[in-house]
């Protein structure tokens, strides 16, 4: 239950992010909205680390080099998702991103990509992800057809 409810914290916040971080970028910029929220994070990333980590960073050289990759991500996602979210609107962007994630995250199941356990992509997660795609077009001519 405790990964179901932080996976919805997850998403919502993704989604306030993705919106609050394009509309700072309407006021000072793209890279400079990105450098700020990504300094910002990096600030209160080490306040955690101090306050709560008990972890230990060099063991960070004994790791595939492919993981230290996540800063690169964090900044391609934050900078990919600003532009979205600037070109079509919130629920589009987020809807179209979320298919992505889906099909990625499936991906990364069913080859047992990254260190993850291999999990079979069945007919039925075809069906859910179809109907996701469905749902997003669907919103998208409604939206068409109102505009009209």
Known sequence: MFGVIMSILA??????????????????????????????AFLLGLLACFFLG???????????WVYWTGGVLGLVITITVMLSIGQLSPTYAISIILISQLLVAAAIDAF?????????????????????????????????????
Do not use: C, H
């Open 11 to 40: 998403g919502a916040a993704m989604s306030f992010q993705g919106v609050i971080n394009t509309r700072l970028s309407d006021r000072i910029g793209l890279y400079e909205s990105n450098a700020f929220v990504q300094g910002t």
């Open 54 to 64: 008990k972890g230990n960073f060099s063991a960070i050289r004994e790791v595939n």
């Open 112 to 148: 047992g990509l990254l260190g993850s356990e291999k999990v079979p992509f069945v007919w039925s997660k075809w069906l859910g992800l179809g109907l996701m795609i469905a749902g997003v077009l669907l919103f998208k001519w409604e939206g068409a057809q109102g505009a009209g």
